[in-house]
């Protein structure tokens, strides 16, 4: 576990996805900075963070990060094919650039402050289509969506699950990452349910 300190510093791996804490991101790794940083993250046992693109490619030149992403941590990887690693990962928590560098490899290093875990708050009443939206999905999938144990009762975990499958752009996406009030989280997405038809009774 990473101490909330000051001195924090972590490998960036700017992508064209949003990572929520708790939130479950497969990837396939082959460019040699990310095999490096992999390679250093398994070894010291340490989380990279993991930034949507504000501006650039996820391959080739370093890639601009949003300022505010997530740690990732590997949670299993194998490497079936010559030169391409297959990672699963799994969201940490949210972090904040406060400088970053790039090495001569292209790795973006960054010193970090770690955002604060939202304290556990219930779901009130009126944003009951958010759950039961979730729980749907769940006993409609086959194969498990999000990583157990499910917490339908937690305002944030319920927030940050909800956003990961609901069809709205990754700027926005970025945007109810950064929101540190559960409660308005969940209001976002109500109010975004609510204009698809999807919050009735």
Known sequence: MMRATAALRVPIFPLHTVLFPGGLLPLRVFEARYMDMTRDCLRHEQPFGVCLIHEGKEVGEPAIPE??????????????????????????????????????????????????????????????ACVRLLRMVVANQGAPVFAEPHAFDDAAWVGYRLTEILPVPLIAKQKILELTDSLARLSVLQRFLESRGLASE
């Open 67 to 128: 300022p505010v992403g997530s740690l990732a941590s590997v949670t299993e990887w194998d490497m079936q094919q010559p030169g391409i690693l297959n990672l699963k990962t799994r969201g940490g928590q949210r972090f904040r650039i406060l400088e970053r560098e790039t090495g001569p490899q292209g790795l973006i290093s960054a010193g970090i402050e770690l955002i604060p875990s939202e304290e556990t708050v219930a779901v009130p009443e009126e944003f009951a």
